[in-house]
């Protein structure tokens, strides 16, 4: 036994809310709950009476079931009534006189008569779609909202789910809606065309799904439809696997025509309304696609009614090209996209990026400083923190004018950006500073700032500074004040670090002793200062930056190369008696020395606050902790402690409680946070 279901889309996101998608979805549950939940007879005739009016005609090989009660029956039930029937003419031999055939066919007909005004009185018979009918009739627009049963509800909505709210997101919700509906119909008509006579109903929405399907099948093409499976024979099998849109759709659509061709429309499924509505799905995005409608009409006019910016469909393809390596292909399609639309600032950047990357810098350096200039003025700043992660090294910049530079630096100096846009933004500043005027030396003092609070390198804020005082004239002289203060901010901190940078040369070469110097703690009054420690737990990591949050909620970001030094320590872990003995690993990192008036400032963050899992997925968990310690050293030049062949060979010293482990590294249990 097997199965196979579609569970989603790859990397699907949505620029906007699928309402048409959700009302269509709500519809069909609405409708299902009044037409199939609460009617204790849904179809308003159920499989008891249909038995007893067999058995009724059965009683005498001269009954006959009337026309209107055979069509109750599918085909298989009919040919089941014939063989009967004929056992019953062998077996049964009325003597005649003593049976009123006549009479008996009278009341089977009455019965049949008052089952079909039952039948024809349910609210779900009223609204499905009977193609007998006619045309003069709700169904053809009702019976896409109907269902029978749970899992036909369920089937219908996890395929509507993976194709619907990807066309409604690119297509917009007029556009999406209409077809829809469009969709179904076409579906109706399809079944119906195929036997106008038949009085079976037809209910479901599986015939617009099918053109929906139909559709994504050449729109997201390349998009990687995910596929839970589930295998039992003699043991269990499951997972997931990723197929391409094309061939998940394809596969879909070829069963159905095999259905159909092997078993015709008696397999109690309208195969015929899937065909045809998939058939009007793939038509309709061709013609789309041809005519280039979306790309020229529908997708501006979606960002002209919403007020923002909506996806081109030809960036997806583009970057399909780039992934897969065609360069080639994927500067085609940016420079076609640029053409119709020269402010995408997607295909800006991205083409920047690929310029630059070629070693096009002057070229790739103006698209990408258009590209920023056009997120800047956007009202909300995300965007622009992804350009800035997506460029990387490859952010040219020394290139950017200083006003753009200004800009782009405020727009990632904001709270709520993440650590490596904030660390990106000194740099900003400081290409700012060279130009002129008051916006000039505002940029060299927050750069300073940005510096200073690094608690690194306080000569190079010395230097933003210096720059600083020489363009403090005219409008600009009342920020001179400022700029003198962060002076002999720079000058303390630079004969702090030099202090203390002469302690440690007198101290031994071995690294635990540099370590230990490193951190030992300021005397004040004859008494050292603890370590003010400071629970965390990281919410984000590159290789330039990271965010903590504190268990009060309280966030910061910082570059990786505050981090002065990371210490490492095993403890155990309270267990049930009996039980085998158990470690957990706790990992300080060092944020500030201190200095006379305070001890040094330690982040703790214990193992589950690491997030190995999600940053490792698959890893064994000592394996992570190493690999993730190897990388937070590599990339902050942190001092390693003990020493760094310790932690290497994952020889993590053990501690019998985290005091002691305190009192270990900083001399003196922690202070209050």
């Not at 065309?193 to 093409?221: E, H, K, T, Y």
């Not at 700029?483 to 071995?510: C, F, P």
């Not at 997030?611 to 902050?636: D, I, K, N, T, W």
Request: aromatic content about 8%; overall charge negative; hydrophobic content about 50%.
């Amino acid at each position: 036994m097997f199965f196979l279901l579609p569970i989603g889309v790859d990397g699907a996101t949505l620029d906007r809310r699928p309402w048409v998608s959700v009302s269509i979805a709500a519809a069909c549950v609405v409708a299902f709950f009044i037409t199939w939940v609460i009617p204790s007879n849904p179809g308003g005739v159920g499989e008891d009476d249909v038995r007893e009016l067999i058995q009724e005609t059965l009683e005498h090989p001269d009954l006959e079931l009337p026309p209107g009660c055979t069509g109750l029956l599918s085909e298989h039930g009919k040919t089941l009534l014939r063989r009967l029937k004929a056992k019953v003419e062998v077996e049964v031999e009325a003597p005649a006189g003593d049976v009123d055939v006549e009479a008996l066919q009278a009341r089977l007909d009455a019965h049949c008569e008052s089952v079909l005004e039952a039948k024809d009185s349910g609210l779900l018979q009223l609204l499905g779609l009977v193609p007998a009918r006619g045309v003069m009739q709700w169904g053809w627009l009702t019976y896409m909202f109907l269902h029978l049963g749970w899992m036909h509800l369920l089937g219908n909505m996890l395929f509507f789910y993976v194709v619907g709210l990807l066309l409604e997101d690119a297509w917009g919700r007029p556009l999406f809606a209409g077809f829809y509906g469009v969709g179904g119909l076409v579906a109706a008509v399809a079944h119906v065309v195929l036997d106008p006579s038949s009085q079976v109903l037809m209910v479901g929405a599986s015939g617009a799904v099918a053109a929906c399907m139909g559709a994504f099948c050449l729109r997201f093409a390349t998009r990687k439809v995910r596929v839970g499976y589930l295998i039992w024979f003699l043991k269990i099998w499951r997972g997931t696997f990723g197929v391409p849109g094309w061939l998940w759709a394809g596969l879909w659509f070829g069963n159905e025509v095999l259905n159909f061709v092997l078993w015709g429309n008696n397999t109690g499924v309208a195969v015929m309304a899937h065909i045809g509505g998939f058939g009007f799905g793939f038509v309709a995005a061709s013609a789309l696609r041809v005519t280039r409608l979306e790309e020229r009409f529908v997708a501006p006019a979606i960002a002209a009614r919403e007020g923002g910016w909506v996806a081109d469909p030809r960036m997806l393809e583009a970057q399909t090209s780039l992934e897969t390596g065609n360069r080639e292909k994927a500067r085609a399609a940016f420079l076609l996209i640029l053409a119709d639309h020269p402010d995408h600032s997607e295909a800006l950047l991205a083409l920047g990026r690929m310029e630059l990357e070629d070693g096009k810098v002057p070229a790739g350096s103006a698209r990408v400083e258009k590209a920023l200039q056009l997120l800047v003025a956007r009202e909300v700043p995300e965007p622009l923190w992804n350009a800035v992660d997506q460029l990387g090294e490859l952010f040219p910049v020394e290139r950017l004018r200083p006003g753009v530079a200004w800009r782009v630096a405020q727009g990632l100096d904001e709270g709520e950006a993440p650590a490596n846009s904030v660390a990106m933004a000194e740099s900003l500043y400081a290409a700012a500073g060279k130009g002129t005027g008051t916006m000039a030396v505002r940029a060299l003092i927050r750069a300073a700032e940005l510096r200073l609070a690094r608690r690194d390198a306080p000569e190079t804020a010395a230097g933003y500074l210096t720059r600083a005082k020489e363009l403090a004239t005219g409008d600009a002289a009342a920020l001179a004040e400022r700029v003198g203060q962060l002076e002999v901010e720079a000058v303390r901190m630079g004969a702090r670090m030099k202090n203390r940078a002469m302690d440690l040369d007198t101290e031994s070469a071995t690294a635990r002793t540099r370590a230990v110097a490193a951190l030992a703690p300021v005397e004040v009054g004859g008494s050292s200062l603890p370590p003010r420690i400071i629970p965390c737990r990281i919410l984000g990591l590159s290789d330039k930056a990271l965010l903590v949050e504190a268990p009060g909620g309280q966030r910061r970001s910082l570059s990786v190369t505050e981090v002065l030094a990371v210490a490492v320590g095993m403890l155990p872990v309270a267990v049930p008696e009996g039980a085998a003995p158990r470690q957990t690993v706790l990992t300080d990192l060092v944020v500030s020395w201190g200095d006379p008036d305070r001890g040094p400032t330690v982040l703790r963050i214990p193992a589950a606050g690491l997030g190995l899992p999600e940053r490792y997925p698959g890893v064994a968990p000592r394996e992570a902790y190493a690999r993730f310690l190897s990388a937070l050293l590599e990339h902050s030049a942190a001092n390693p402690m003990p020493d760094a062949p310790t932690l290497a060979e994952g020889r993590y010293p053990r501690f019998a409680t985290e005091g002691e482990l305190t009192a270990h590294y900083y001399g003196q249990v922690a202070a209050a946070a």
